[in-house]
T-cell receptor, first 112, second 115 residues
Framework: AQSVTQLGSHVSVSEGALVLLRCNYS??????LFWYVQYPNQGLQLLLK??????LVKGINGFEAEFKKSETSFHLTKPSAHMSDAAEYFC??????????FGKGTRLSVIA | DGGITQSPKYLFRKEGQNVTLSCEQN?????MYWYRQDPGQGLRLIYY???????QKGDIAEGYSVSREKKESFPLTVTSAQKNPTAFYLC??????????????FGPGTRLTVL
């Protein structure tokens, strides 16, 4: 079985500051990990995913995440926040050909 | 354009009425999913289908029903047995072929309000 814990339901950063959204997972099999972004009243859009290979994954909009097996983590970062990054972010895990299991989400606010 | 369509965007129903939410995809994906989203709860899986004419219950299937008669369609019925149906409903699909780590693609969602 898989599960995801996102630390912090709400994160607030200043424009231009580092964005760090935390995700820890639990999986009984090698995990596939995903980060999605959701803007108000919209569906989810994939930011990036880790499957196998390189543990540092680059995604869209300048985001990246690093898979750390020893820490069971997959934290999302962006060096410099932009106002347009304000949204809700979801971390998800899959054990293979199974439905994604989502964390409860982290709402990111960007302060001008 | 390939994608997932959910209709309507907003739906209002009276308590005690069944309501069906539409989900259509033209991505030729085998697998389709329904999630429910409530504030602070993340996404919770209602039902999913890996192939036509087959589907499985997710974590919160009680009070819901689905059908999968066509590859491109996966409608969700919210029945009167669902105690608290007001929520944002998201449909997703996935190419569940050889690449078992493919991501799920999401539709724009339907916001259901039961009065």
């Amino acid at each position: 079985a898989q599960s995801v814990t996102q630390l912090g339901s709400h994160v607030s950063v200043s424009e231009g500051a580092l964005v760090l959204l935390r995700c820890n997972y639990s999986s009984s099999v090698p995990p596939y990990l995903f980060w999605y972004v959701q803007y108000p009243n919209q569906g989810l859009q994939l930011l990036l995913k880790y499957t196998t290979g390189a543990t540092l994954v680059k995604g869209i909009n300048g985001f990246e995440a690093e898979f750390k097996k020893s820490e069971t983590s997959f934290h999302l970062t962006k060096p410099s926040a932009h106002m347009s990054d304000a949204a809700e972010y979801f971390c998800a895990v899959s054990g293979g050909n199974t439905p994604l299991v989502f964390g409860k989400g982290t709402r990111l606010s960007v302060i001008a | 354009d390939g994608g997932i369509t959910q209709s309507p965007k907003y739906l209002f129903r009276k308590e005690g009425q069944n309501v069906t939410l539409s989900c259509e995809q033209n991505l030729n994906h085998d697998a389709m999913y329904w999630y429910r989203q409530d504030p602070g709860q993340g996404l919770r899986l209602i039902y999913y289908s890996q192939i036509v004419n087959d589907f499985q219950k997710g974590d919160i299937a009680e009070g819901y029903s689905v059908s999968r008669e066509k590859k491109e369609s996966f409608p969700l019925t919210v029945t009167s047995a669902q105690k608290n149906p007001t929520a944002f409903y998201l449909c997703a699909s996935r190419d569940a072929g050889l690449a078992i780590y493919n991501e799920q693609f999401f539709g724009p969602g339907t916001r259901l309000t039961v009065l």
